[in-house]
């Protein structure tokens, strides 16, 4: 036994009296300390600050917890650690920069963000039915890789947080596939800003079908090792099964949207009910799970991966027969000037276009130079436009007063409002299955606080 | 005019000789209004008594429809929205910044979602600067709460019956709403290691 004077410090378990109690800050290393003098302590209440920095909170998100014993009692999310203010800037970009803004939001599902606004912005100007059949083809089909690689890091770092490290590292092995399309398409793997106001950046690569055709049949073939790890895995049922609870009536009031209300037994997906890019045209189905907790909404992910790869062979079929087809609208006020060539350094102008600006068009200087600089003009309105991303209905509200920029730009992030059910979720249960409840939400702290 | 932390100027950064422009707020729209809407502000007409002292205006645009709702009667017209005409799901209130619109310069704008009927409807709120107060609704669909945490912050919209209005984004002794239009865009130094970076808005010409 040790007095308080003299008391070891422990340089990881010090602790202080203040007003609201004693404060002990533990920052790794040997607890043993720390647990003998709770243990001293008559007070069964403790009060736990898990994060922002914590491995198991899916990024920079802070949870207060009240702790009775090993039951949480009180829970509450603390957010904004990673605010960038992309609304506010984007007000002082033109509308094309602001697709670089907004894939940086939630940058697992960065082509949802791009779709959402570029959506947005063709409904302000009247051009949705302008933009060409091939444009909208690829555009589902980037969305349906990137909802492969964004459920691959929620099953993935989900696994990890509650203590099973291989499907990581195979979930990690398919995203990096998956990234590897979007490097041959785009020119980079993330952040993409390849969807923009009018159709997407440029074409698809030459022999771009037949390796995304292989893709799919390795991506087909290697889902299997992730589905014998974790279904019915016996360890895995017990830290999922019945953990995170929320029934429809909470989805519903909280707005959840997403695997989580799909996880209650209700076939909610934008892609079938209020379709858009076309997705009418193609068969695929609404995973659903009638459980309402974690296991459901792990079993939704998994099952939706086999319905976006379905999405994806239609795509790659009608690339096939739309070859040649333009991809950004007619209108040479709208489409980007800048015909971009892939080079071995990344995306860029393509030599011929600045050759041609350059050399022989004054015109067609002054136009690339006003269009690319000042912005094309968007009519004055509102619009609301959602799109189902991995992560339920990311909606975007833009505001336009005429101008060449975003009067106000305002996205509905489905991190944002899920992230809120989390009390809900988790208070009355273990401290454990807090991790399991907040990994099923799949939370990117770069959509919440944006 | 001096805006937030002493702005000053149209806003515009665009370099194109200051041009500023007039927001425009669109009229009333006539009916038909095409599609469900024309039902949908029948219920409500029906289902609500003061329908006409409730609603400002309806306005029908790119296929999207917004009932501009009076803040007394926000409360009551949610309620009859949530139980008569099945909006189940508040999709969040945001926030827009008209400084033109002197007295009814901040507008929050809710966008409701029946899941019922897969219908979509907006609902928009004008309240002046200086009585900045909206009833919250919380209580109608508890998803709200943080929408309108971020709304106040962002904003400066007081939403009365809120349980807990702090901010939810900016550090919570910020001073000034940020995407206020007289806010500029800017930033503050940061220090990092006895150096300090000077924000954005003075190393570029963002004023």
Known sequence: MTTSADAIIDPYAASRETTEGRVFSVTGGDWDSLVTEIGATKEERVVVNMGPQHPSTHGVLRLVLELEGETVTELRAGVGYLHTGIEKNAEFRSWTQGVTFVTRMDYLAPIFNEAAYCLGVEKLLGITDDVSERASVIRVLMMEFNRISSHMVALGTGALELGALSPMIFCFREREKVLDVFEMISGLRMNMAYIRPGGVAQDLPPNALSKIRETVKVLRRDFKDNEKLLIGNTIWMKRTEGVGYLDLAGCTTLGVTGPVLRATGMPWDLRKLQPYSGYENYSFDVVTADTCDVYGRFLIRMGELEQSLRIIEQCVDRLEKLEGQPVMVADKKIAWPSQLALGGDGLGNSLDHIREIMGTSMEALIHHFKLVTEGFRVPAGQVYEAVESPRGEVGVHLVSDGGTRPYRLHFREPSFNNLQSTSAMCEGSLIADVVAAVASIDPVMGGVDR | ?207
């Open chain 2, 1 to 207: 005019m001096s805006g937030l932390f002493g702005s000053s100027g149209s806003g515009d950064t665009s370099g194109f000789g200051g041009l500023v422009r007039a927001t425009v707020s669109s009229g009333s729209s006539e009916r038909p209004y095409g599609g469900y809407f024309d039902e949908v502000v029948d219920d409500l007409e029906r289902a609500y008594p003061d329908f006409a002292e409730a609603i400002e205006k309806v306005v029908v645009y790119r296929g999207e429809l917004t009932l501009h709702v009076k803040r007394e009667k926000l409360l009551e017209v949610a309620l009859i929205l949530r139980d008569k005409l099945l909006f189940e799901m508040s999709l969040g209130v945001n926030g827009v910044h008209y400084p033109e619109e002197v007295g009814r310069e901040l507008h929050a704008v809710l966008h409701l979602l029946s899941m019922t009927h897969n219908r979509r409807i907006r609902l928009e709120i004008s309240i002046s600067e200086s009585d900045p107060h909206l009833p919250s609704l919380v209580e109608v669909w508890a998803g709200s709460n943080w929408n309108e945490r971020e709304t106040f912050d962002m904003f400066g919209i007081i939403f009365d019956g809120h349980p807990g209005l702090t901010r939810i984004l900016m550090p919570d002794d910020w001073r000034g709403h940020p995407q206020r239009k007289d806010y500029p865009l800017g930033g503050i130094p940061v220090e990092y290691k006895g150096a300090t970076v000077p924000p954005p808005s003075q190393r570029r010409s963002y004023r």
